[in-house]
C-alpha cells in the first residue's frame, strides 16, 4: 500500500469523499509494510520509527501544514451536526463564529512547519488522520447509546456512566468517563454524541443544543471556562467520555482495516487497545 490507499481506507470508513481541512498525507511514500501511530504523533515519533524500522507515521491531531493553519475551517461540519440535532442553521453558524475565530487566531501564528519539515528530511510518510477517526467514534458512540436508552425516557446520568463503564472502550483504561456538568441522578433527556467537530465549539454551541431539546451530550473533553458557562446556563449535562480512549475507538478501526490489507500495524501515544 502506499499513502494515498491508507488514506482512502480512513476516509472510505468515515464516509468521506474527501480529505477534511484537518486531514492530509504531509509526506507521500510508496510500498509501506509497517506503520506507527498514535494520537500526537510529532519529531520524537518519527525520529522512534525510522530507528525501529517502520515505514510510515501517522497521527491522529493535527501537527504541519495546512492541518494546522485552517484547522479552524473544519469545524463548519459543527453546523450540519446542529442543524442535525434541530438547531436552526443560522443560529447554527452564529453560535459557532466566536469560537471558530478564536481558534482561528491561534492556528494561524502556529510553526506549522514543524513537524512537517523533520518528516521530510527524513524521507519518512508522515500522514494526519484526524476528523475521520473522530466521525467514526462518534457514529460508534451514539448508536450504542441509543440500542442502551432510546426506550427509556427516565435514563439517568448515572445509567450512562454506568453503561459507558460497561464498554471494552472503558474498561481498565486510566481515564474513566465522568459527569462534568449535572449529577448522577439528573435525568438526562435526549442524548447527543459530539466528538467530531475539529475541536468543541464552546458554551454558545452546547447551549444551542440544550434549547433544541437536548438533554446530555456526550464529549471527550471540556474547557474549566466552557464547564461554567454550561452550569450557570442551568439547562442541559454534560458527561465526559475520555479523549483517549474515545480517538482510540475510531482510530482502532482504521488500523482493523488497514491490518487486514496486510499492513503491520503498531499503536502508541495516546491509542490504548
Same mark, same amino acid.
Given at each position: ?80 451536526? $446542529? ?111 459530539? $466528538? ?78
Amino acid at each position: 500500500m502506499n499513502t494515498n490507499d491508507l488514506m482512502n481506507k480512513a476516509l472510505e470508513l468515515a464516509k468521506l469523499d474527501e480529505m477534511p481541512y484537518d486531514t492530509n498525507i504531509i509526506v507521500e511514500g510508496e510500498d509501506i509494510k509497517k506503520v506507527l501511530i498514535g494520537v500526537d504523533m510529532e519529531t520524537p515519533e518519527l525520529l522512534l520509527a525510522q530507528q525501529m524500522g517502520y515505514d510510515c507515521v501517522v497521527s491522529h491531531h493535527p501537527k504541519a501544514d495546512s492541518c494546522l493553519v485552517d484547522f479552524a475551517k473544519v469545524m463548519d461540519v459543527q453546523i450540519d451536526r $446542529m442543524v442535525k440535532a434541530g438547531v436552526p442553521i443560522n443560529k447554527a453558524q452564529k453560535v459557532l463564529k466566536k469560537r471558530q475565530a478564536s481558534i482561528d487566531l491561534g492556528s494561524h501564528a502556529l510553526n506549522y512547519d514543524r513537524v512537517s519539515s523533520a518528516a521530510r528530511l527524513m524521507k519518512m510518510p508522515y500522514l494526519n488522520i484526524h476528523i475521520p477517526a473522530d466521525f467514526i467514534t462518534e457514529e460508534i458512540v451514539q448508536s450504542r447509546l441509543n440500542k442502551a436508552f432510546d426506550d427509556k425516557p427516565k435514563t439517568k446520568l448515572k445509567d450512562i456512566i454506568e453503561e459507558l463503564n460497561s464498554w471494552e472502550y472503558y474498561q481498565g483504561k486510566v481515564a474513566q468517563p465522568v459527569i462534568r456538568v449535572g449529577s448522577n441522578d439528573d435525568y438526562a433527556g435526549r442524548i447527543e454524541v459530539l $466528538m467530531a467537530g475539529g475541536t468543541n465549539g464552546g458554551a454558545d454551541v452546547y447551549k444551542s443544543y440544550f434549547e433544541a431539546g437536548v438533554g446530555t451530550i456526550i464529549a471527550m473533553h471540556i474547557p474549566e471556562d466552557v464547564k461554567k458557562a454550561v452550569i450557570e446556563q442551568n439547562i442541559g449535562n454534560i458527561i465526559i467520555a475520555p479523549h483517549m480512549p474515545s480517538d482510540s475507538i475510531g482510530l482502532l478501526e482504521i488500523t482493523k482495516a488497514w491490518r487486514k490489507e496486510g499492513i503491520e500495524v503498531t499503536c502508541m501515544s495516546g491509542i490504548v487497545e
